[in-house]
């Protein structure tokens, strides 16, 4: 993905979208009276299946999208990391508890992690009495967060912190209001002199009697005395799956029924510089012990509790096969020559080793030793993040390619080179294609794969996107153009074997890429249109295609696709068509189908249609459901029916089938 935008440029972009807005607003006209024809051949002999693994979900860090987001851990900057090595150093989003007559908070280069060697040191210098006595509440640090906690009442959180001190301890932990005025749940920590001479790892649960959305974290004593903190930690008990993923937003993955995961970037896994790269072997291990890193593609710190293991567990979880994109030697900024990449090479074996290696083998242990003895099913690595076009990259890529089939030859390998590079020379099982262009451009990308070469590898289209003035936050007509391209990747599903969008995820308070499909902050959530358009498709994945030909005079605006799946739940087959209106008429349609091996029941279809008053409609906080699919119940399905399809929308009819021999491949 590209790098963030600049200020300046990034509000004219906004004001470009507004005056589109207008533009759009005053222009539309929703024109009615058109007629057409869609065919749909739903005979054996030219039915062909859809890959298994053919639309999924791509996770980048971006946007806050795990630190602050799906990762569920609410104290940001937990290990006193973010500023550096050097120390004293910024402590943000830390905030001091009193002023420098009470307290003075710093930090330094003593914990008892050799990773996180920095840890935070409060010396207290009033006291509960005598000459210089605390405020009321103490002194000390609070953490809001990543803008503000959400506490829920009645839940429970666990809290997690390592203390020492030479002196007696009495710290006051507790949840409280943003101002720090409303109490909402407390503990106590006590000690004698000696209790806390050694790092010492302190746990218990808070549980609040009221809901507050913006609460913080507060850490306070009346004691005088040097108090050491480190690896703050404030987790909801009730995780999805129990596996640290904020349990609304992992639910909304999972009702997608992504059948992959690629993680973690983008341009995320690359960093601008190697440095900042994701380092696979640095984020595994108990949490305490991940040193962090600055995501230095995206401006900002991630402590890494969102590391290797938690995207194999999260695709486990979600029934998604993981597809790992690891550094290919290769910054935005720097390169490694292919003479020196060996080490790297070696890093990505390890990392298979880790995820897919016995309990007993070296980094299989490690695996086991974090509470999965079983190996992660990792069949697809990504090489890189498009950087064919660099110096070293078809080198370099040889290298990871012979080594990773030696090791593991049924792992499937992408190359971030197009098709035509790949020979027997140069491998691949997959090629990466990434598409970002404007609704209308996206639109016309239907036929994108018409005239491939069906032999060959396969392409994962593994980011796609409209950008431009007409997406705005997430628009209507992006999502629709973005149907239409998905129900032309469907049309060429044997040559494209999997596809997902990019972004996943947004913090609104942390936009740094627009539109995603996915909008939160820390205690709300909605889906973009363009996350709901992606419920036309989660039922595509492994099912049976079917040619469709549509005929419209004098109107070029609507696409259609025709899949058979099955409901495994209901154990019931269906004929799902689906239609794209990206044009400002109503089209009363005559759909015909030919070949269907069994009768369409006379109750039980559907009809869902994905539209809004305007093209530009969007969803928010504060309408979080203005643009969502209804559904309602298609009384008349037949072979032969008429169907109106509205301007600007998407359109599926499932029609059910009696439960008889059907067309499947």
Known sequence: MAGPREGAVYWLHRALVVLCALCWTSSVRFVVGQTGQLSVDASPQTARKIPDKMFGIFFEEINHAGAGGLWAELVSNRGFEAGGPNTPSN???????????????GTDRTSCFERNPVALRMEVLCDSKGTNVCPSGGVGVYNPGYWGMNIERRKSYKVSLHIRSSDAVSLFVSLRSSDGLQKLASHTITGGKKQFTNWTKIEFHLKSSINNTNSRLQLTTTKTGVLWLDQVSVMPSDTYMGHGFRKDLASMLADLKPQFLKFPGGNYAMGNYLRNAFQWGETVGPWEERSGHFNDAWGYWTDDGLGFFEFLQLAEDLGASPVWVVNDGASANEEVSTARIASLVKDVVDGIEFARGGPKTTWGSVRAAMGHPQPFKLDYVSIGNQECWMLYYRGNYQKFYSAIKASYPDINIVSSCDKSTISPSNPADLYDVHVYASSANMFSRTSMFDNTPRSGPKAIVSEYAVTGNDAGKGTLVAALAEAAFLVGLEKNSDVVEMASCAPLFVNDNDRRWSPDA????????????????????KDSSGSTFHPTAMQISNYDQMVASAITWQNPKEKSTYLKIKVVNFGNKGV????????????????GSKKTVLTSAAPLDENSFQQPEKVTPVSSSLADAKQQMGVSVSPYSLTSFDLLLEQSKHSTV
Do not use: R
């Open 588 to 603: 009363d349609l005559n759909i015909t189908i030919a070949g269907l091996g069994s009768s369409i029941k006379s109750s």
């Open 91 to 105: 402590i943000d989003p830390w905030f001091i508890i009193g002023n420098e007559s009470s307290i003075i908070v």
């Open 518 to 537: 996915i909008v939160f902050n820390s205690w709300q959530h909605y889906g973009c249109p363009n996350y709901w358009m992606l419920h036309f498709f």
